[in-house]
């Protein structure tokens, strides 16, 4: 059974899980009712950042139009462009045994497309979760649930894959920002477009 953390919890991911190195990280999420006149597209961003909490080069913030790192030891599955249905509504494969020796954390995060533009904000999205799955055997390992402590947000680091003793931990984040993508990028030392 999968172990439910709370904000701010920290697990061993590799310790407590002798042999693993595959893992999927599902990210999901429901939009309520909203009469914007406008479609809500969430979608799933990564950063593989340093010691430093930054991120080396453009090639290591994994979105929908760069769907892998350098090496392809983590790579995004695809967007899905309303969230519709149950479960995950986007996946990122990670093969932690592969994953660049400088990349120290890798920053899971959901951002509103346009969501300033379309006047469109955490406050309005239900049921945001990850869940990280042991890639081999289909296990659900852990999950996180984000609750609904959002207003105006139009980003939140959901959670992060950490290295820690040569072992992987996973900590649950929950941190918004009201300025999207562009806040995000600029949190981890790259350069918003």
Known sequence: MAISLSKGQKI????????????????????????????????ASIFCLN????????????????P???????VHTGDNRTGAGDGDDEQVSVDLS???AETEKIAFCITIYDGAERSQNFGQVSNAFVRIVDEQSG?????YDLGEDFSVETA??????????????????????QDGLGGLARNFGLAAN
Do not use: C, M
């Open 139 to 143: 296990t659900e390992l852990i999950r």
């Open 51 to 66: 010691g430093q909490g930054k991120a080396g080069s453009e090639s290591d913030f994994i979105f929908y139009n760069n």
């Open 68 to 74: 892998k790192n350098s090496n392809g030891s983590v």
């Open 156 to 177: 939140v680091i959901v959670g992060e894959l950490y290295r820690h003793s040569g072992e992987w931990k996973f900590s649950a984040i929950g941190s918004g920002f």
């Open 98 to 100: 592969a994953v660049p």
């Open 12 to 43: 061993d991911l590799t310790k407590t899980n002798p042999g693993l190195t595959k893992i999927t990280v599902g990210l999901g999420w429901d939009t309520n009712k909203y009469d914007g006149g406008k479609d809500f597209d969430l979608d």
